[in-house]
């Protein structure tokens, strides 16, 4: 809470996913918990900042452009693990036209457990929940 912002900022949950708050305002949803975490912090680390050279009209429009961003990046996120679950529900249901044209059951499983492997890996890299 500072002159600029007299209203608390908090986060919190909702559904599964994350929001920020000014007061009673939610300003920011779809977040993960750590970047609803982060906002606040960030927020917090400002408070009693009065130097007069630091412009807070830049760094609020920086900071709801980040949160933008972030809101993107999640939902791009969201988009890329749903094209990959309908990838493989895809190869589960042609499963039998693959078996036509030679592919053993083994040889399906191996593919899918790969794909599922690599996925995983990729999504842990990111840091994806």
């Keep these: 809470m500072t002159q600029h912002t007299p209203d608390t900022w908090s986060y919190g949950e909702d559904n599964d996913s994350w929001y920020v708050s000014v007061g009673d305002t939610q300003i920011a949803y779809g977040l993960s918990e750590e970047n609803a975490c982060h906002i606040v912090a960030c927020v917090d680390a400002c408070a009693g900042i009065v130097n007069q050279d630091i412009k807070i009209p830049k760094l609020q429009e920086a900071l709801i452009e980040a949160v933008e961003q972030l809101q993107k990046a ?5 988009e890329l693990m749903a094209s990959c679950e309908s990838f493989r529900d895809s190869v589960l249901h042609q499963r039998w ?23 995983g890996d990729e999504i842990a890299k990111a840091g994806v929940k």
């Design 74 to 78: 999640e939902q791009h996120n969201a």
């Design 97 to 119: 036209n693959l078996e036509d044209n030679g592919m053993t059951s083994d040889q399906i499983n191996d593919v899918l457990n790969l794909f599922d492997t690599l996925v």
